[in-house]
């Protein structure tokens, strides 16, 4: 009688952590009423070569291993710095179409500026996430001065006019050789070039209808010069305004 009392009140104990851990799930309650089958002496099979090994009931039903049904893993995606996000499927296709895009603005840009760019005072270039306009410092400024020419004027509104259809950032920089200014209105050429970028903007805001916010200026001095600063020529070359149209960047990676 006492080991039957015994036995009774650990069954009673068994049933009421099954009910303590029960969900109303049809799936789970078939599972574990197939494992108090085999906990009650329904013979199991086993292949010769296997050692049988014990079963714990609620390690089995009741871990805290994997959940039964896990989710769907998540496809990784990258975060644009538009704050889109795409799948690395789509990245290249999203740089493909934006190669397309550039290389359509590139074209309309040399069209509209044709005589300019046949006498080489325009350069037009189209890279990976950006559009250049290169226009030449000689003519544009007076040496030392950072008022636009009337003469150029009418360049730079048809750039802008041409501009006002594409998207993206419009950074407008000045460039200027190692030759130190002398000035009283100019303390160095990172005053020069920036005053000479800002005076592109204000004509391209007087002209156009481009949004402010569409545009940066950015001086650089004789920082990034395009050839050595050696003879008179290449110090032509390297006074000159660029502006370029930026695809698919923030203000952070203006360079």
């Given at each position: 009688m006492v080991t039957f009392g015994d036995m009774m009140c650990l069954l009673m104990c068994f049933f009421v952590l099954l009910v303590a851990f029960s969900e109303m799930?049809?799936?789970?309650?078939?599972?574990?009423?197939?494992?108090?089958?085999?906990?009650?002496?329904?013979?199991?099979?086993?292949?010769?070569?296997?050692?049988?090994?014990?079963?714990?009931?609620?390690?089995?039903?009741?871990?805290?291993?994997?959940?039964?049904?896990?989710?769907?893993?998540?496809?990784?995606?990258?975060?644009?710095?538009?704050?889109?996000?795409?799948?690395?499927?789509?990245k290249t296709d999203h740089d493909t179409a934006r190669t397309e895009d550039i290389e359509v603005d590139t074209e309309r840009i040399v069209e509209v500026l044709a005589e300019e760019v046949e006498s080489g005072l325009v350069?037009?270039?189209?890279?990976?996430d950006r559009i250049v306009i290169r226009i030449d410092e000689n003519g544009i400024f007076s040496p030392g001065s950072a008022t636009v020419n009337p003469s150029?004027?009418?360049?730079?509104?048809?750039?802008?006019l041409v501009l006002e259809d594409m998207m993206g950032t419009i950074a407008v920089g000045g460039h200027t050789d190692e030759t130190p200014i002398k000035s009283t209105r100019f303390r160095s050429n990172w005053e020069l070039s920036s005053s000479r970028a800002v005076s592109v903007i204000h004509v391209l805001l007087e002209e156009t209808e481009l949004a402010p916010y569409r545009l940066v200026s950015q001086g650089f001095a004789d920082s990034r010069p395009l050839v050595p600063n050696d003879t008179p020529e290449n110090r032509e070359l390297n006074r000159r305004v660029e502006i370029s149209v930026l695809r698919g960047m923030d203000d952070s990676n203006l360079d």
């Open positions: 799930d049809i799936q789970r309650y078939r599972m574990i009423a197939g494992s108090m089958k085999m906990a009650f002496g329904v013979q199991r099979e086993f292949r010769g070569m296997d050692v049988p090994k014990g079963v714990t009931l609620l390690a089995s039903e009741f871990s805290k291993g994997k959940p039964a049904h896990s989710p769907k893993p998540l496809e990784k995606k990258n975060t644009t710095p538009d704050g889109l996000q795409e799948s690395e499927a789509g350069h037009v270039e189209g890279l990976d150029f004027r009418d360049l730079i509104k048809q750039l802008g």
